[in-house]
């Protein structure tokens, strides 16, 4: 899903462009020449779109080191509140264990405690993940008593963190946080007194 901000450059600065380029023949084979002749006219349409309404874009970095999950490991009273905080409305059965298949729910809890991302955000983290619980053979689906449940995520928060040490993965993300401005900020200009 395109983030909010996205849309706000993409109904008023693209949209516009498109628009003022639009002819009666969209929908018809063109050569690759024509092409280049339109995209140039719309490219050129935007440049000028974002002179005159420009946008204030955020660029982010995120580095999984492994660090965060390191700090998490070192402290054992924060790692236990954190564990069982994370546990603590995951379904038992009769006898009071957990099944491993929420191994998964509940890294996704606990993962901002280890300064990782969550499940599904970071694709490369996904696989890391992924070929932890392989090596772990966690998706067995077992039944296990809650301090085996316990362990087993703290192996998992230590392979992770194992593999992220020797190999640290880096994300970096823009986003739109501002406004097109009708006309330029007076917020950095000196005062008239």
């Known amino acids: ?19 003022a380029c639009a002819g009666n023949d969209w929908h018809k084979p063109v050569s690759q020449e024509a092409f ?12 000028q779109h974002l002179k005159e309404q420009p946008v204030i874009v955020a660029h982010s970095e995120n ?14 009273f924060e790692l236990d509140k954190t564990l069982n905080a994370a546990i603590e409305n995951v379904p038992r059965d009769r006898n009071g264990k957990i099944s491993k ?11 901002p405690a280890a300064g990782l991302p969550p499940i599904g955000a970071v694709d490369q983290m996904d696989k890391v ?3 932890v619980f392989k090596m772990l053979s966690v998706d067995d689906g077992k ?16 392979s992770i963190m194992l593999q992220l040490e020797g190999n640290s993965i880096s994300v970096s993300t823009n986003s739109v946080v501002h406004e097109p401005l ?9 005062s008239s007194q």
């Open 63 to 76: 580095t999984f080191d492994g660090s965060g999950v390191k700090r998490l490991l070192s402290n054992k």
């Open 182 to 190: 009708a006309s330029s900020s007076s917020l950095l200009l000196p």
């Open 36 to 47: 280049l002749l339109e995209f140039k006219k719309v490219a050129e349409l935007v440049a």
């Open 143 to 158: 039944q296990v008593k809650e301090d085996e449940f316990k362990k087993i995520l703290t192996e998992i928060l230590g």
């Open 129 to 131: 993940v992924g070929e």
């Open 1 to 19: 899903m395109q983030p909010k901000s996205g849309f706000l450059v993409l109904d008023n600065i693209v949209e516009p462009a498109l628009q």
């Open 101 to 111: 298949e929420y191994i998964r729910l509940v890294l996704d809890v606990v993962a």
